[in-house]
């Protein structure tokens, strides 16, 4: 595969390899740093951590001081921050657009954050700022667009991730609900075609019961991470992490 590879600390995540991503969803830090500790051991490439799901997501120092923590437990796996927006998914929270791009980039600034999420139809103005912020401190952006109800066309679906390169990304990410297995089909033809074709890292995913096999098998089609259960699910038809790593020993020419 020809995709191009991103290092951060030390996972490399790249297309055709598979990466596991697991993440936290904890409303308080106790509950984060619970779910943490049950993570660790089964070693993630990732963690995400859905800030969405924080009860004091407007409290800028108890973000950070989580943060900080999380880092901690995590010892070198690099922590993903995500406060998915509602309209794509994510809990309601207090937080007006403007403030979330302030605590985006507040959180850019430590060094408990290895890489951002924001949805790729975000305000032009503010995707531009982080892009700004996240490349200026060594952070990754990932562009992200999912879609709850149904999968959008391919050429949609491949613009999505187009748009997220043409902002100078270093990751484009796709997860979209399928209504039958075509729909799971369609994910993965683009994924290759767009692993082949765009010059960063794409992460897709088709959610649900039907997508799940895509979780399990999407890296073989140029995926750079699946998402998958480490303590709590945060998307419908994610699989442990045990189940998709003992699957790809099978799916390996090493083994
Ligand atoms: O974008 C994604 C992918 C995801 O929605 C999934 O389907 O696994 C899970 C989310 O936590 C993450 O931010």
């Given at each position: 595969m020809e995709g191009k590879e991103i290092k951060v600390r030390n996972t490399t995540l790249a297309g055709g390899t598979l990466s596991v991503c697991s993440a936290i969803v904890g409303k308080n830090e106790a509950q984060l740093l619970e779910e943490a500790e049950e993570i660790f051991p089964k070693k993630p490439d990732l963690v995400e951590w859905?800030?969405?799901?924080?009860?004091?997501?407007?409290h800028t120092d108890a973000v950070l001081r989580a943060a900080d923590r999380l880092r901690k437990k995590l010892g070198d796996i690099p922590l993903l921050f995500t406060i998915r927006s509602e309209k794509e998914g994510g809990k309601e929270i207090p937080l007006d657009e403007q403030e979330k791009v302030a605590l985006l980039k507040k959180v850019c600034e430590t060094e408990s954050v290895d890489l951002i999420d924001f949805e790729v139809d975000n305000k032009q103005e503010d995707i531009q700022e982080l892009q700004q912020k996240t490349q200026a401190q060594d952070v990754k952006l990932v562009l992200s667009f999912h879609n709850f109800k149904e999968t959008p066309s391919e050429n949609e679906m491949l613009s999505k991730l187009e748009k997220a390169k043409s902002y100078q990304a270093d990751i484009g990410k796709l997860a979209v609900m399928p209504n039958d297995m075509s729909d799971v089909l369609s994910l993965l033809q683009i994924t290759q075609t767009a692993e082949k074709n765009l010059d960063i890292p794409v992460i897709t995913m088709s959610m649900g019961t039907d997508g799940a096999l895509s979780r399990l098998i999407g890296w073989k089609f140029g995926s750079a991470l699946t998402f998958a259960v480490g303590s709590k699910s945060s998307a419908p038809g994610q699989i442990p992490i045990e189940i998709v790593r003992q699957l790809e020993g099978y799916l390996s020419h090493e083994n």
């Open positions: 859905r800030a969405d799901f924080f009860e004091q997501i407007d």
